[in-house]
């Protein structure tokens, strides 16, 4: 089991300061990867509710730019993976996206992780002028044509979306996993399919496995290696002092409560777990006591 924590990204931490405390310390933690997402804007009026019922976290409101902070955290740690859970890859056209993510790689030695999602809010995709219908057909061309940038020379690609023209482009990355976001059930034959990994969240751990097994039986059907993937979970709790009833977790309870639950989807399956508490934590020294404590817990 590997040990994931969010970089400082959002609401008070999104700071030069921050960013680097946090990545800093995870190294120093023993950590082994740091991640980040992607929010665009929060609308007042949203046409789409937000994951899990509620609104957007007032924290929200301010997001800092995930490849920025993912360079700052390659500049200051040496060994951590730099990955993003989720990055919104239909936003971008994939030859941008291809050399941002390429350059993070050359720049950290190999480090990064390529983490995508189709997002979930129409605003967001308005506001980047791409069509919210057809975001999966979208994505799956943007897989093609990284596929394509990312491993051959001369690179050509041409679809009704996008077209390169035979082109050398650079830097390549030498290994760059892809992981995906979904829980519906064309986003996870789409990971058994063409990823190195599933990027999910904290469900009940029954969901979790059914889902993960669905996962497995795409990639056999695909002929893939089914053992080969990784799950990788992503929690953002809220953290108590005082324990949680029953039905209020794995979202909310004590240090203990919550790494219960996380040690139960390892059994189930998970690689990887991904904490993000920067919904729960007052500012940086209690984010890394958090941190600590939550390594701690889970080491165990």
Sequence with gaps: MDLGLALAQYGPFASLGSVTAVARAAEELGYDSVWVGDRLLTPLAPQDPYPGGGTVPPRHRTFLDPFAVLSVAAAVTGRVRLGSSTLNACWYPPAVLARSLATLDRLSGGRAVAGFGLGWSRDEYAAVGVPWRGRGARLEAALDALEAIWSSDPVAYDSDLWSIAPSVIGPKPARLPVYLAGFAP??????????????????????????????????????????RLRMVLRINPHVTEVPAAAEALPHTGTVAQIAGYLAAAVEAGAHELLVDLQLTAADDDHLLALATAFRDALRR
């Design 186 to 227: 064309a986003a996870l034959d789409r990971v058994g399919r063409r990823a190195d990994g599933w990027l999910t969240a904290a469900l009940p751990v029954p969901v979790l496995t059914g889902m993960w097994s669905r996962v497995r039986r795409a990639a056999e059907r695909a002929g893939r290696d089914p053992d």
